[in-house]
């Protein structure tokens, strides 16, 4: 692997371990892993990896390069998705998709999901705390968007 791999690499695990406000906290905790990095190349790196910026920071979208086609399908399923107090997420999915959706979630997600429900054309959706809630919904709202 490369230079610029390894580095990618390791913004992922920081993405998942949740390490990601800015990008200079970024460029720092590399730099502390022994990684060569200014922030237009850590700026180039997420956009390279699909990461996005949200209101607490940046997080990587549901991402498993074997299983793309599954992102993109699920893409086309969700219609909407909104907040139900500060642990629920409401998940409205074209009708009969809403197991599919759920158990995608299951599988993919590293957003702080305690459990998902399915239904017929809603998924109700429970998190750990608030802070998921949000990145959850806005991998959701990035997912919705790019289909």
Do not use: C, W
């Amino acid at each position: 692997m490369s230079i610029q791999e390894y580095r990618q690499q390791a913004i992922r695990e920081l993405l998942q371990s949740g390490f990601a406000a800015t990008q200079k906290s970024l460029v720092d905790e590399l730099k502390n892993r022994g990684y060569e990095a200014t922030q237009s190349s850590v700026s180039r790196d997420l956009k390279d990896i699909g990461a996005f910026k949200t209101v607490d920071g940046y997080t990587m979208e549901f991402e498993r390069e074997s299983d793309s086609e599954d992102i993109y399908n699920i893409s086309h399923l969700i219609t909407s998705v909104a907040t139900a107090g500060p642990n629920l997420m409401v998940i409205r999915t074209k009708i009969g998709a809403a197991q599919q959706v759920a158990l995608f979630l299951d599988k993919y997600s590293n957003s702080g999901i305690v459990g998902n429900i399915g239904g017929d054309d809603t998924v109700f959706t429970a998190t750990s705390d608030k802070a998921h809630q949000r990145i959850l919904g806005d991998k959701i709202n990035h997912l919705i968007s790019r289909s």
